[in-house]
Each structure stands twice: as C-alpha cells, then as structure tokens.
C-alpha cells in the first residue's frame, strides 16, 4: 500500500471512529484551553481499544506523528461540531518526551 493510500485509509478511519464517539465527552473533561496531545491522553485513556486500532494502520515507526497528524485534522475540521476554536501553535512534550508543535484549542 503506498503512503497516499495510507493516508486517505487513515483519515477514514479516524472519522469513521470518531463519529461513533461523543467527542464533545472527551472535550468536556479538558482544561478550558487544551493542546492536541491533552486531547490524545483523554480520548486514549477513555477509548483505548480505538486508539489501538487507529494505531495499528501503520504498524510501523511513526504510525503515533501519523495518528497525531490525522486526529489534529479532524479537530480542526470539525471545531464548529465540537464547539471548540483553535487558538495557537505551542511546543510541548509528546508521549516520548520529544518537544513538538501542536495546536491548542479553546471551548466556545
């Protein structure tokens, strides 16, 4: 599979897992402002088994920058339906304790 048909199946499967989800139950637990990475923690902590299955699309170094990357997309996309308004780019540490960029966003 080529990495532009990795992308589009991923990008399917997060939406298709997301849209099962009240995401706005995730998003109610957060901080008044939050970064992608408080969001990932919550939705992993509370949906674990989803989480493993977005992750096991790529089964291969990076499937976590890959998964980030598709999780942000869909926040963004979807920041009316969810009630929320991104507000800045801020680094912070990710789960390896590498410092990386990542949205912030805001409840309306």
């Known amino acids: 599979m080529n990495k532009k048909s990795n992308e589009i199946l991923m990008h399917t499967i997060v939406s ?7 995401l706005n139950i995730i998003i109610s637990k957060l901080e008044n402002e939050f970064s992608l990475i408080d969001f990932i923690q ?48 801020t680094d912070t540490q990710n789960i390896f304790g590498k410092t990386v960029e990542v949205p912030y966003w805001k409840k309306k």
């Not at 291969?60 to 507000?87: C, H, M, P, W």
Request: net charge negative; charged share 35%.
């Open 16 to 22: 298709d897992k997301f849209e099962k989800i009240d």
């Open 42 to 89: 919550e939705f992993a902590q509370e949906y674990e088994e989803e989480y493993i299955e977005m992750l096991f699309v790529y089964r291969v170094k990076g499937a976590f920058i890959e998964v980030r990357s598709q999780i942000s997309s869909y926040l963004s996309t979807s920041e009316d339906l969810l009630n929320i308004e991104r507000i800045a780019k």
